[in-house]
Structures are given as C-alpha cells and as structure tokens.
C-alpha cells in the first residue's frame, strides 16, 4: 500500500535549527512536496522535490532521497511565526498526492 | 502568483440543508480541480477531483450523491454537500494546479470550515 511517515509532533527553541523527517511509500514516484498549515488555514507549498539531494530556499531546505524513500524539510533560525503544521505529501505514478497526517511544529522562546 | 479563491470561508448550517462551496482560479484556468477534507489534527482526504466538462472522480468511500461536484467553466468547480449531518462537519479546501507549471504549483483555496448543527 501507499504510505506516508512522519513524527507527529516536535518542539524546538527560536533561533534554533529543526530537521522535519518524511519517509514514504508510493505506488511509482513523481516528486515530494512539503506544505506548511497555520491553524484553521489552508496549506502553502513550501518545496518540491524529485531529484535527490538538497534544496535551499532561504531558511528552508528539503532533501530528497529516492532510493531511501526518504526526505526532510530543515528549518533555519527558527521564528516564532514557523509554529505551524508541516505536511509532507508524495505524489505517485498516477500524479496523486498521497498525504502525510502533518508534523505540529512547537516554537518556544 | 496564481491564486485559487475559495468562498465561504465559513458556515454554519443546520442539519439536513444543503451548503454551496466555490472555488474559482482566479488567473489562470483550470481544467482539474482537487476537493479535500480536513478532520481536526489529521492530514488531507482527497475526496474527489473535478474535470471540467465532464463527471468527478470519486475517492473509495465518499458518497457521490452527497458531495456533488460541479466544473462546469475553467474557473469554477462547486462542492455541495447534501442533506448536511454533524458528522460533516470539517475543513473542506479546494486545489489547482495552473497549466506550465511544474509539479510544484499546486495553490490551495483558502478552505471552508462546515459546522452542521
């Protein structure tokens, strides 16, 4: 079956790095995505992945492995307003994104 | 960049009515829309997608007869949801993703919180 794993919950201090981790299992492969959702608002896309390696956009970077099944979003001087659910969500042979149950990121001073 | 509106942000319906959601591309057209539901504290459901001009496709296990799709123009496809229960009651957002973009542009409506009382 399709499968998405992520940690449920993870706490770190502003200013701070965080390292979001994602491992999936998709019916063939066409890219990972990584979504950021404030509370009672609907997702914005954060990255794209489906070459592997790193890609960096300003505080945040993805990484993808393929062969791993595996990917990350890292976090960068952590702020305040990145308190947020990350989502992962990797998209299959048939360009369906199959979702992860989000990771609630926790920013404490 | 592209953007999807999505309307209403909220409603409050009473139990069996039946409630209206729009989205519409507002710059670009698009031929296939994403519907999703949202619990509380869980990821996306994707519940259907639209194809303009012709039927949704449903996901396993959501009624078609309840959630009634509508893509009739390349900027509009509506959900209703029929004869509305509290079990309904959920964040309901629409996607799209504008044509020459890459995988990457999926753009979200805004979403609609349906509380069924």
């Known amino acids: 079956g399709q499968n998405i794993d992520q940690p449920t919950e993870m706490t770190a201090t502003e200013g701070a790095i965080v390292q979001i981790n994602c491992t999936y299992q998709?019916?063939?492969?066409?890219?990972l995505f990584w979504y950021q959702q404030h509370a009672g608002e609907a997702p914005t896309f954060l990255s794209y992945?489906?070459l592997d390696g790193l890609e960096e956009k300003g505080r945040f970077s993805s990484f993808l492995s393929r062969s791993k099944g595996y990917s990350y979003l890292l976090l960068k001087e952590l702020q305040m307003k990145d308190s947020a659910s990350y989502l992962c969500?990797?998209?299959?042979?048939?360009?369906?994104?199959?979702w992860g149950a989000g990771t609630k990121l926790i920013i404490k001073p | 960049g592209a953007v999807v509106s999505q309307h209403p942000s909220r409603v409050i319906c009473k139990s069996g009515t039946s409630v209206k959601i729009e989205c519409r591309s507002l710059?670009?057209?698009?031929?296939?829309m994403f519907w999703y539901r949202q619990f509380p504290k869980q990821s996306l459901m994707l519940m259907a997608t639209?194809?303009?001009?012709?039927?949704?496709?449903?996901e396993q296990g959501v009624e078609k007869d309840k959630f009634l799709i509508n893509h009739a123009s390349l900027t509009l496809s509506t959900l209703t949801v029929t004869s509305a229960h509290p079990e309904d009651s959920s964040f309901y957002i629409c996607?799209?993703?504008?044509?020459?973009?890459?995988?990457?542009?999926?753009?979200f409506g805004s979403g609609t919180r349906l509380t069924v009382v």
């Open positions: 639209s194809n303009e001009g012709s039927k949704a496709t449903y």
């Open positions: 998709t019916s063939g492969f066409n890219g």
């Open positions: 996607s799209a993703r504008p044509p020459g973009q890459d995988a990457g542009g999926y753009t």
């Open positions: 969500a990797a998209m299959d042979s048939n360009y369906q994104l199959i």
């Open positions: 992945n489906v």
């Open positions: 710059d670009f057209q698009a031929t296939t």
